[in-house]
């Protein structure tokens, strides 16, 4: 039995584990070297089709990571985008912060949302598989004042996105975005960061895009990833599905996902996953101490 680390998880969307020809899988076109280091040497696979014909998609499974229920069975379906009533129900009732707080570990959403009223968030129609967890167990969710205050990162990893919004702050680099997680996360037991351009750019991405997101996103994980190598403290990083990983289909893909993990428990975590329901199951026995 050992103490429980303090977590850093990045859930970054639609990154599978694809072909190794750069030709085919964008991952290994040199833009992202520190991605491709992670997935050579740190990573396992995990399946992410919940034993369900079909495309795997977003609700069904965030939903999956993020509780551990096999969402796609409980769907009948890959269910996509954003969750329904069924999957929020599912998320509110067995979401991994409020597993982990009954556990008596305190745990946080790092994602800034663009308001100055977080509670109005509560009130939005669409909601992320993220932001019903959140709202779930913190009742609110990091605002824009946070994010100048450096407390939260906005998805983007630099700003530059809120400027057509009417931001009028500053922009930061996907170094310092990494940098305040980083802190962030040391005032926790367990901080989640999603980033979905990879997804995004899956779909719709100029061969252009793809390469900027991957390398923004490779700069941001430089830094990242530090934060398993700090004493007591657990870098993870999975996704939902497959997506850009494979340039010949603008869909999702059937491939599995990685699961990179660095630091306390890493080993454990990733014996104990081998579909994307095993990972808060893995997370919450770490916790638990019967890692
Ligand atoms: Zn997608």
Redesign the pocket.
Known sequence: MSPAPRTLFVLV??LGLGASDPAVNPVHRGDCPILESLLAHHSVPVDAGMDLPGLP??ATGQTALMTGVNAAQAMGRHV??FPGPALRDIVRAHNLYDQLAALGFRSTFANAYYTTDATEVRTRKIQSVTTVAALKAFGAVRDLNDLLAGRAVYQDLTRASLRERGYDGPLVTPEQSAADLLALAMDYDFTLFEY?QT??M??KGTPEDVRRVLALFDAFLAGAVRFGERSGCLFVMTS??G?IEDSGSR??SINPVPLVAIGQGADIVQARVRSITDITPALVALYRGNG
Do not use: L
């Open positions: 969307d639609g998609q977003s996509e985008g979905f997804d995004r899956g779909h939902d599905h997506n869909q999702h």
